[in-house]
């Protein structure tokens, strides 16, 4: 006798964030943590989408976020160092190394290109790989990520094709589907990243505690994959409902 | 802790044509690739609704497509061929094989009455196995559809039961079904085939392109299943929603 199951269901992961978003670093940090304790994780699909938090930066070589928020922003410098502190810790605690002193605010388009160039070319875990490049480069090692000759240093680190990351540099590749991510994010509302999507159904916004992306996925898989009875069973085997079961 | 989500809540998608209708069988066919790669596509039903474009046209044996059109339409036979040859064009890029030497115009009510036998015995598959059955018997083989023997061959063959069929054919089975369906097409304003409607909400007209039918599965999916916040995440977790973001 065979009885048939279900399939199943991989879990479609999606993260919308930007390069620049200190906050998206630590969120990819602690969605990770839940992630590798899934017991399902062979099951979850994650599609990093790109989100531009600053889209009218100028293109180009970067300066320092503190002059950036200072001067642009008018925020009172002491504010902006205060808040870069807080931060910093926040992200160390998550074992990341924020260096204030040396980011560069940069504009984060091209960037965005280089991770949609790396799923076309390696799927899922290149471009995952590509993304932690850039992150770490940005807010760990003051790297510009307006410089072309970086960018491409940094991934092709990180395995893509040092030839065809310039080639797409100078064109156009990826451009439509970083806007695309982005229209997308608009159609399902979202204001602010990091955002998490599981199956377009089940969102959550900001960098959560890391148990609250397990609740996400484990919320997630039971929509994905509910239980199901096996199909040889007697539907009328005994059972009890209430406390006069011994009868 | 447990999170409970709302039920996914199925697609309903009505589509309105006619077995006369060229257009609606490459409608028919977009759709269908469309449907095919939308990513919840098992929740989606769809009900083929009947509509007679020429509801005038003698109950009875057909006359060529030709012959109709020139004669009862006025339209010279150049015209009529060089449409013809358009439309036919088309349908090949859909991978069908019109031939408009061998159409026959016949009035579409008994086979309209079909496919509602076809659901009400088989459910909305059978009632698209036996659309589809009429719509290639009409346009790619010049088969009949104005003959009953020709309809229970055909009806059969696509697996309804031809006593039952023949019965129905005799009697008036269907007919209500028919008439309900364009007095539903008539109050929702439809004046031309095919129609697509999503749950009663979304509409489009036309053989459109592909990605159209799947930015309106899109829409209709958002709209019926929009995203779900986790309960228990925190609505205050630190997210980004601007560049002012590292504070």
Redesign the interface.
Known sequence: MTTTLSPVRTL?VEIWS?I?????Y?GKRRFATALADFPHRDHVEVTWRSYE??PH?PVGPGRP?MD??AE??G?PRD??RQ??TQ?TA?AAGEGLAYD?DRAL?VNTFAAHRLVHLARSTGGAELAERTLEALFSAHFEHGADLGDDETLVRLVSDAGLDADEVRASLAGDLGADAVRADEDEAR???V?????F?VD??????????AD?FT??L??GW??ANPLQTLATADPDAAACVDDSCAI
């Open positions: 479609n930007d620049a978003c200190p906050w998206c630590i938090l600053s930066t976020e950036a928020l642009l922003k925020i504010r902006v808040m870069f931060v926040v204030f605010a159609a399902l509302g204001t602010g990243v990091p955002f999507v377009r159904r089940i969102a959550v916004s900001g960098a959560q505690p609250v609740q996400l484990e919320a039971r929509d």
